[in-house]
Each structure stands twice: as structure tokens, then as C-alpha cells.
């Protein structure tokens, strides 16, 4: 079984890699960029929201700060390869405080929402209030509602003047995708991740087990966090700009959704999503008859009432149909929400 | 002196339209338990049905204060049977629906009313108290405010409708054998709850620029109120919105409205923390 999942992971990498280099003909490299870059975000909800159960209504926060701190840190350094490393790490450090005194506090679900959108208003009001030039750290200026632009870009390790751009940051995009891919992938299956699934699907019974419930669910959110920053940080770089609109609702609600349209307890679900509705949100926005908002908003309805698995389960229980799979005792593995991600992600 | 007499008014001002805010949120939550993040836009609903009716000439209060609840409720009951009916009890799917009916909202609304901001301007005069200008509406919020509470706590506590409704939502399968039709009474107190919505949407519409996100502000605010509350819809509703209304204005003063803001939500994580159930589950218990 796990020989298995382990070739499936090797033809997944190949393919996607293949998929890389064909892509960039068919839609613009820009696009691409920003596609993966929500795909890294909508995976770190995905992740938690799937296989530990944390549904986080304030990922855009991590999200947010990951974008910021890298701007931050750029502006104070002037060279890439260190505010990438401080952008990851310091949503993650972000991540674990608040979880620890969530998870610490016992909160149930509504109340972790409810925290986690409240803080990521917090961090909205408070990004777009900082205008004035004492609202500085270092160098900085957080400039308030209209943000922070000219910080250093990513660039090669160790030499400033050579940005990644272009292509070649959509090439490092993809690459990081698919290390993220293949990293979580395998966190799953550690020991980490099969109690974090557990307690996913019953926390109470794990906690009777004998595990320590409020640590895995605090680590886990801080690696959820992480991957945010990540992304945050890739983001900045692509718009060469951090505003306050990072840390929006609508930000938060965009990533709810593609994880509900994909489908979470897969991997390559919330992926799926974001890549679709991000090309639907990119052909939408070039026309004005219909609002944005009210797609997407009908997409939300329509898809709780209708198909709370999400695309990806619904897709691959169509193609275990049609291709009548071998070993069906994976079948009886796969509970109702959470389920092993045994195909590659459609990128 | 009148500094001081300022600033008290300014603080009951704002536990007052706290309450306004919340009061919806706290039927639709409170008692249905059901997640209705589309109460913002609920809001923005009665807002604009205010401005329009103004703008065809409609007397302002008799639009504020019965034509945007009693819109803004048929809108409610509409999408609690074709939505939120299917969805009780299970509380994450609520929250995500709501937030998919709110895009809605603010989709339709940006189409109709477009992105510019609507307004019209505020029926009462202000005074001066010494150096001080003081906004008379500030009076009229805290007066509603006052009404909304009163109301509510007669028509809970003292009416044959209020146990119905109490005791349908303590628990629907009794009222149910008793001969009361539970879908119809989650039905009305959801109308209700939009309908407070509505009027609050109404009563701060002459105060702002209206435009469709502009449910959004208010969300988080009306949220936390009424989770720190806790169980015991009004005495939890008066506690927290007292609370976080004079946080919120004494940071004001002392800093700058949007510290007021921050300080407001920092004070809800840190109470949160503290008292997960909420205030009247800990120190009001028993209460309605």
C-alpha cells in the first residue's frame, strides 16, 4: 500500500513537472504565478481544515503577515534569501501563539472562527492605519492604506542584483509547489500526520487514547501558518507591493471556498479549487455585467448545499468507477471526510 | 465639566448602538444558533431600502424604522426557507452559507446601487454643550437602543409568543408534541432576527456613506458582542456591549478611533480566553 502511494507520488512529480513546461504556452506566465501562489495558500487550509479539522476562518491573516514581514525584512536587508526564511517562520511563530492559546483554552470550532476572524480584522485596521512615519520598523514605512511598494524582489541567493522574475519565478513557483506537495504528502503519512487525521475524525477518541490533543492541533496550525507565510511571501514578490487588503474578509472567504469547491481531506483538492476559480475570478474580472462577488457567492451556496465533498472526491470516486481500481480495501479507509490523497494534484 | 458630560454621552452612544447592531445577530445566534454572517449585509439591506425610500419620499422615520425592518425580514424569511432551513444544527455549514448569501448580497447590491456611496443626512439637529458639539441623532440611537432592549425583554419574559419561542429553541421535539410547529417559529424569530438587522441598517444609514461592503464593518463587531454575551440573549447583550462600548470610546479618546477598534477586538480574544462561554454563563448566570 504504501509502495504504491509512493509510485503514484513519483508519476505525480513527473507529470507535473512535464505539466510545468506546457503550461506557460497555453495560459500567460503572470497569471501562472499567482495561480500557484494561492494554490500554496489554499493547500496550508486544506491542510489543516482537512486533516486535522481546524477550520481557520483567518487564514488571509497568515497570509498577510507572511506578505508584510518579507516586505519588512527586504526593506531592512536588501538582499532576498533571509526576510524569505523570517516571512515563513514568522507567521508560523504567529501561528503557534495563537493557537496555543486557542487550543490551550479548549475553544470549540464557532469560537475558533469567530478568533480568527476577529483577529484577522485586527490586523486589517490596524495595516490601514498605520500611515503616518511613525509607524516604522527599521527602515519600513508600513504606509497605511496604501501599502508598502520598492522593497528587493526574490533573487539568487547571495547576489542582489539578480532578480528572480519572470519565467524563471514561475518556475521557482512551481518548484515550491511541488516540494510543499511532496512534503506534505509525506507528513501525512508520519506518525504527526496519522494522529493529526485522527484527531480530525474524533478527537475525543484520541484524546482518550492517551495524546496530547491541544499540542498536534497548536503544531499543526503553526505549519498551516507557515505555509500561508509562504505564499504570503511568493505573493509579495509577484506584486512587488503589500497592501492592507491582504488581511480582507474577502481574502479569508476565497480561500474557504476554493477548499470547499476542491474539496477538502485531499491534497490536491484545495489546489484544484484555487486554480479553478482562479481562472474563473481572472475570465470574470474582464467582464462587468456580472459582480464578482455574487459567483462566487452563489458557488459557496450552491456547493454546501449541494456538494459538501467538494470536486476532487466526487472527481475520483467517478475515476475509481470507470477505471475499476484493484485493491478496494482503500475504499473502506477512506471515511467520510477524510480521505488519502492517492492521485497528483491537477495543477 | 463638559468635557466629561460629552464623553459620557459619547460612550452610551456607542454601548447604544452597539446593542442596535447586535440585537439581530443576537436573536438569529442566541437563540436559533444559527451562524448568520450574512448579518452585515442584512444591514446594508435596510440601508438602502431607508435611502430609497427617503429618496421617493417617504417620511425618514417612518422608513427606517418600518419599511427596512419589515423589507429586510420577507428577505430573511426568503432565504431561511430556500437556505438555512436545510442546514440547522450543523453549525460550520451555516457559517459557510451565510458567508456565501452575504456575497450574494453585496453582488446584487453592487449591481443595482453600483460602488459609489448613497447617504442622506440626519433628521435631528445638533447641540452645543459648552465648547462641545454634540449630535443630536446620538440621542435617537440611544433611545431605539433603550426601546429595542425593553421590547425584547417583555415580549421574551412576559408573553405567551416569547416561552413559545424560548421553549422551541431549548428544544424543538417538545414544543413539537405540545402542538407547536417548530419550522414555523424558526421560521418567525428568524424574520424577526432580520428584521432587527434592517432597523439597525436603517437607523445608521443617515450616519454613514452607504456603500454594499458596507456590512462588512460591522460583522466582527456584532459578532463578538454577542459571543461574549453568552448564553442569556439580553442581560448578555447589555454586559458585553457596555463593556466594549466604553473600550472602545475611552481608547478613542485617548488614542485614535481606529485604537479605539483594535482595542475593542483585542479586549474580545483576551475575554474570549478567559470566559469561553461567554459573561452571563459566568457571572449573570440564569438570566434571560
Known amino acids: 500500500m504504501q509502495k504504491i502511494n509512493h509510485r503514484h507520488l513519483i508519476i505525480g512529480v513527473m507529470l507535473s513537472v512535464t505539466v510545468m513546461f506546457i503550461l506557460p504556452n497555453l495560459i500567460e506566465h503572470y497569471t501562472l504565478s499567482l495561480l500557484i501562489i494561492y494554490s500554496i495558500l489554499a493547500l496550508s487550509l486544506g491542510f489543516i481544515w482537512g486533516f486535522g479539522g481546524i477550520l481557520c476562518f483567518g487564514q488571509a491573516a497568515f497570509f498577510g503577515i507572511g506578505a508584510y514581514s518579507y516586505a519588512v525584512y527586504a526593506i531592512n536587508i536588501g538582499e532576498s534569501s533571509i526576510p524569505f526564511i523570517l516571512a515563513i517562520l514568522t507567521p508560523a511563530l504567529f501561528a503557534l501563539i495563537l493557537g496555543a492559546v486557542i487550543f490551550y483554552g479548549r475553544l470549540s470550532d464557532v469560537y475558533l472562527g469567530v478568533i480568527t476572524l476577529v483577529v484577522t480584522l485586527i490586523l486589517f485596521r490596524f495595516a490601514s492605519a498605520t500611515a503616518g512615519p511613525e509607524y516604522a520598523i527599521g527602515k519600513a514605512r508600513l504606509g497605511g492604506f496604501n501599502g508598502m511598494p520598492n522593497f528587493q524582489t526574490l533573487n539568487i541567493p547571495g547576489m542582489p542584483d539578480r532578480y528572480i522574475w519572470d519565467m524563471d519565478f514561475y518556475y521557482l513557483c512551481f518548484i515550491i509547489i511541488i516540494m510543499c506537495f511532496i512534503g506534505l504528502f509525506f507528513l501525512t503519512r508520519s506518525s504527526f500526520g496519522r494522529i493529526c487525521i485522527a484527531i480530525g475524525q474524533n478527537e475525543q477518541r484520541i484524546e482518550l487514547i492517551g495524546y496530547d490533543v491541544r499540542k498536534y492541533k497548536t503544531i499543526l496550525f503553526a505549519i498551516g501558518g507557515g505555509l500561508a507565510g509562504l505564499s504570503g511571501a511568493l505573493y509579495a514578490s509577484w506584486a512587488e507591493i503589500v497592501t492592507p487588503n491582504l488581511f480582507s474578509l474577502g481574502q479569508s472567504a476565497e480561500i474557504i471556498i476554493w477548499c470547499i469547491v476542491g474539496g477538502v481531506g485531499s491534497l490536491s483538492g484545495p489546489i484544484l479549487g484555487a486554480v479553478l476559480l482562479g481562472l474563473l475570478k481572472y475570465y470574470f474580472g474582464q467582464q462587468s455585467y456580472i459582480d464578482n462577488n455574487l459567483v462566487l457567492g452563489f458557488i459557496l451556496i450552491i456547493f454546501v448545499l449541494f456538494l459538501p465533498n467538494g470536486l476532487a472526491p466526487t472527481l475520483s470516486q467517478l475515476w475509481g468507477k470507470v477505471f475499476k481500481r484493484k485493491n478496494r480495501q482503500r475504499k473502506n479507509l477512506n471515511s467520510k471526510r477524510v480521505r488519502m490523497p492517492n492521485k497528483k494534484a491537477v495543477s | ?288
Open chain 2, 1 to 288: 465639566m463638559d468635557l466629561a458630560a460629552v464623553i459620557i454621552v459619547e460612550i452610551l452612544y456607542a454601548i447604544a448602538s452597539l446593542v442596535v447592531i447586535s440585537s439581530g445577530l443576537a436573536v438569529i445566534f442566541g437563540m436559533m444558533k444559527v451562524i448568520n454572517f450574512a448579518h452585515g449585509e442584512f444591514m446594508m439591506l435596510g440601508g438602502y431600502t431607508t435611502i430609497v425610500a427617503v429618496k421617493s419620499g417617504i417620511n425618514i422615520y417612518i422608513s427606517m424604522l418600518i419599511i427596512a425592518p419589515l423589507v429586510v425580514g420577507i428577505i430573511g424569511v426568503i432565504i431561511e426557507r430556500l437556505i438555512i432551513r436545510h442546514l440547522y444544527g450543523r453549525l460550520v455549514d451555516t457559517m459557510l452559507a451565510t458567508w456565501g448569501i452575504s456575497m450574494v448580497l453585496i453582488g446584487i447590491a453592487t449591481m443595482i446601487f453600483g460602488n459609489t456611496t448613497e447617504g442622506i443626512t440626519t433628521p435631528i439637529q445638533g447641540w452645543t454643550i459648552g465648547d462641545y458639539q454634540i449630535n443630536g441623532y446620538n440621542f435617537f440611537i440611544i433611545i431605539v437602543a433603550i426601546t429595542i432592549v425593553s421590547l425584547g425583554y417583555y415580549l421574551l419574559k412576559f408573553t405567551k409568543l416569547g416561552l413559545i419561542a424560548r421553549g422551541a429553541m431549548q428544544n424543538p421535539d417538545v414544543s413539537a408534541a405540545l402542538g407547536y410547529n417548530p419550522d414555523r417559529i424558526y421560521m418567525a424569530t428568524f424574520f424577526v432576527g432580520a428584521a432587527l438587522s434592517g432597523l439597525a441598517g436603517g437607523i445608521l444609514a443617515p450616519l454613514v456613506g452607504l456603500v454594499p461592503s458596507w456590512g462588512t464593518a460591522y460583522i466582527a463587531k456584532s459578532f463578538i458582542a454577542v459571543v461574549v454575551g453568552g448564553p442569556a440573549i439580553i442581560a448578555g447583550l447589555l454586559s458585553s456591549a457596555t463593556l466594549f462600548g466604553s473600550v472602545n470610546q475611552i481608547f478613542s479618546f485617548l488614542f485614535n478611533p481606529v485604537f479605539g477598534e483594535v482595542a475593542l477586538l483585542l479586549t474580545a480574544v483576551i475575554l474570549l480566553r478567559i470566559l469561553p462561554k461567554g459573561i452571563t454563563n459566568s457571572i449573570f448566570k440564569g438570566k434571560l
